[in-house]
């Protein structure tokens, strides 16, 4: 059977657990998978561009971000933003408002110091969550396309979580372990190179 959508997801999920009244739960499960993933998963195609308008000390973060990649204005040259703590950015909000050089993440929003005196465009390329299948239906997303059994083992894991079923649990975990693993790994081959591609002394 194939598993491309939140429907089959949720289909696959009630086979492997052998339980066909967990209807109302497997969203939950799906939904605690996601969360799990979202913490670990970092693969190139989580990787999103904006053009990211600097209006203020405070910018609301972009929808499913995670992390950030890259962070520059749009000036000639460019210029990098670097990261520093809050408490540490702090030091560098000098009176009056300058050319933002510093960022840092404050709740739901990024922090800029100096505090822009314009608006001022960014490119901003930064870790996305995938969009959410729990709902199931025709729900996809990318990560569900290419990589079904992981989401597969991890909404089991948290299933046989509920069920209290510790072979089950300590099985799903070792499936997810794995192909989390793999997925990784292709995420860092696909960057890099495969070992083909190597350079070799000589």
């Given at each position: 059977m194939a598993i491309?959508?939140?429907a089959e997801l949720a289909t696959a999920v009630a086979n492997f657990l052998a339980r066909a009244?967990?209807?109302?739960?497997?969203?939950e499960f799906v939904a605690l998978a996601e969360a799990k993933l979202n913490r670990k998963l970092r693969t190139p195609?989580?990787?999103?561009?904006v053009t990211f308008p600097i209006t203020g000390e405070y910018v609301p973060l972009p929808t499913g971000f995670l992390e950030v990649r890259s962070?520059?204005?749009?000036?000639?040259?460019?210029?990098a933003l670097s990261y520093l703590p809050p408490d540490t950015q702090t030091?560098?909000?000098?009176?009056?408002?300058?050319?933002?050089?510093?960022f840092s993440i404050v709740g739901t929003n990024f922090r800029f110091a100096p505090v822009p005196s314009a608006t001022y465009n960014a490119t901003l390329i930064y870790y996305a969550a995938p969009p959410s299948v729990k709902?199931?239906?025709?729900?996809?997303?990318?990560?569900?396309?290419?990589?079904?059994?992981?989401?597969l083992w991890a909404s089991c894991y948290w299933g046989a979580v509920y069920l209290q079923d510790e072979v089950k649990?300590?099985?799903?975990k070792g499936l997810y372990d794995e192909a989390l693993a793999e997925v990784m790994t292709l995420g860092r081959r696909t960057r890099w190179g495969g070992p083909?591609?190597?350079?070799r002394p000589g």
């Amino acid at each position: 059977m194939a598993i491309s959508t939140g429907a089959e997801l949720a289909t696959a999920v009630a086979n492997f657990l052998a339980r066909a009244d967990l209807t109302s739960r497997i969203p939950e499960f799906v939904a605690l998978a996601e969360a799990k993933l979202n913490r670990k998963l970092r693969t190139p195609e989580m990787e999103t561009k904006v053009t990211f308008p600097i209006t203020g000390e405070y910018v609301p973060l972009p929808t499913g971000f995670l992390e950030v990649r890259s962070f520059y204005l749009d000036s000639d040259p460019f210029t990098a933003l670097s990261y520093l703590p809050p408490d540490t950015q702090t030091g560098y909000l000098i009176a009056g408002s300058s050319i933002p050089a510093y960022f840092s993440i404050v709740g739901t929003n990024f922090r800029f110091a100096p505090v822009p005196s314009a608006t001022y465009n960014a490119t901003l390329i930064y870790y996305a969550a995938p969009p959410s299948v729990k709902t199931g239906g025709s729900a996809t997303n990318w990560l569900l396309t290419a990589h079904p059994d992981l989401y597969l083992w991890a909404s089991c894991y948290w299933g046989a979580v509920y069920l209290q079923d510790e072979v089950k649990a300590s099985a799903s975990k070792g499936l997810y372990d794995e192909a989390l693993a793999e997925v990784m790994t292709l995420g860092r081959r696909t960057r890099w190179g495969g070992p083909s591609m190597a350079m070799r002394p000589g």
